[in-house]
């Protein structure tokens, strides 16, 4: 029996993102029921109930943010102008600004209004071609308000036409009623952990020394672990503390950030396979000048993806192509490498490569058809979108 599809996307020119570009000039893609059924030369495309005529446009995978903090309640812009009279990160998150201010404020917020608020943004992200997002708690710092961010950041998927990956990032700062005793939150945490565990998709942690130790995180690893949960890290931002090898150790998925990697835990995360997500609109933001090692992260075969960490205190930033085009301009990305991390390696840090990232057969019907020459204006250009249209689940 001869295939026949739901739908056909055809006269395009594909970037399938499978190991490289991989580009078919004379392409279509074909999807049933919200999957791919075909990805091939236009010629050999299958019937369909509907052909949707790319003139000649560019198709790639839908794109993934993979580490955002979209469900957040107020902002941080009084922050902002504290940070420009010279004011470090650190002396904010001291002096009870920082995290703990957007704690507050996340609080004081119901469910529907952390929802409400976060969906401009992810509207931001949707307009770029954005098909998935990740969506972090760590605002509430508490189990019951954990549990209520998480909540919220599933309901954002069930709002609009996105797949919405959730993870528990209850070890993201140390709340006013626990100072003092950080191992008696952390404790609580793995407490916690099973009745998170239903809302989550992974759990995250803060290894900074205003954030937790390595000890800390690997205890609170070890339990999410035991349950199941896959883990991720925000690690060397702001100093060393071999974060990044304390990841590997748990086959943590991705490693975040990264300013101040060794080549110890370069060597680690290659060889555990653990993504190394860069974030470079925090880099830009906070005025950094630690620029994370790619080039080793190159020559060691570890996967780099890209995201916006959108977030109301170091990167509100909801542009994922800026994002691109930030990690080319002040990290020395290729636009192989931004495509790649917007897509295949992006999936790669959520865990979720057998079902988005690439244009292949089987995989989800997430794409995003482009108004451009060559994928390179995609990283190249700053605040202009050339977004044609954009397909979720075959729709």
């Known amino acids: 029996m001869s295939l026949t599809c739901d739908r056909v996307w055809t006269h395009a020119r594909i970037a399938t993102m499978r190991g490289d570009l991989r580009v078919i000039e004379h392409g279509a893609v074909g999807s049933s029921g919200g999957v791919i059924r075909f990805v091939?030369?236009?010629?050999?495309?299958?019937?369909a109930a509907e052909v949707i005529?790319?003139?000649?446009?560019?198709?790639?995978?839908?794109l993934i943010d993979c580490h955002s903090h979209l469900v957040h309640g107020g902002d941080r812009a009084a922050e902002f102008e504290m940070r420009l009279a010279g004011a470090s990160y650190e002396e904010i998150a001291?002096?009870?600004?920082?995290?703990?201010?957007?704690?507050?404020?996340?609080?004081a917020a119901s469910e529907d209004e952390l929802v409400a608020?976060?969906?401009p943004r992810l509207d931001a992200l949707i307009a770029e071609g954005v098909t998935t997002v990740e969506v972090k708690s760590g605002y509430g710092l508490d189990p019951a308000q954990e549990m209520k961010m998480l909540r919220a950041a599933r309901r954002l998927g069930e709002e609009r036409a996105v797949s919405v990956a959730a993870t528990f990032l209850g070890a993201h700062a140390l709340p006013p009623e626990f100072a003092g005793d950080a191992d008696g939150y952390v404790d609580m945490l793995i407490e916690a952990l099973p009745e998170m565990a239903p809302l989550a998709?992974?759990?995250?942690?803060?290894?900074?020394?205003?954030g937790f130790s390595p000890a800390q995180i690997g205890r609170l690893f070890a339990a999410a672990r035991r349950l199941g949960l896959p883990v991720k890290l925000h690690a060397e931002q702001l100093s060393n503390l071999h974060g990044a090898e304390l990841a590997a150790r748990h086959g943590a998925l991705s490693?975040?950030?990264?300013?101040?990697?060794?080549?110890?835990?370069?060597?680690?995360?290659?060889?555990?396979?653990?993504?190394?997500?860069?974030?470079?609109?925090?880099?830009?933001?906070?005025?950094?000048k630690h620029v994370p090692p790619v080039e080793a992260l190159r020559r060691a075969g570890v996967p780099m993806a890209v995201a916006t960490d959108c977030n109301p205190g170091t990167s509100p930033l909801t542009s994922l192509l800026l994002a691109?085009?930030?990690a080319a301009t002040l990290f020395g990305l290729t636009v192989e490498e931004c495509l790649a991390g917007v897509t295949r390696q992006a999936a790669?840090?959520?865990?979720?490569?057998?079902r988005l990232g690439t244009l292949e057969v089987g995989k989800s019907c997430d794409l995003a058809i482009w108004d451009i020459e060559r994928p390179a204006e995609l990283v190249y250009r700053m605040g202009l979108n050339p977004l044609h249209a954009r397909v979720w689940r075959g729709q």
């Open 94 to 107: 001291r002096a009870g600004g920082g995290i703990l201010s957007t704690m507050r404020a996340t609080r």
């Open 53 to 62: 005529d790319c003139g000649g446009r560019w198709i790639t995978p839908g």
């Open 255 to 288: 490693a975040d950030h990264l300013e101040h990697l060794d080549e110890a835990g370069v060597a680690a995360m290659a060889g555990a396979g653990t993504v190394a997500v860069l974030l470079p609109g925090a880099f830009y933001f906070m005025r950094d």
């Open 40 to 47: 091939g030369e236009a010629g050999d495309a299958p019937d």
């Open 324 to 326: 691109m085009n930030m």
């Open 117 to 119: 608020s976060a969906l």
């Open 201 to 210: 998709d992974a759990v995250d942690g803060f290894c900074e020394g205003i």
């Open 348 to 354: 790669r840090a959520l865990g979720l490569s057998d």
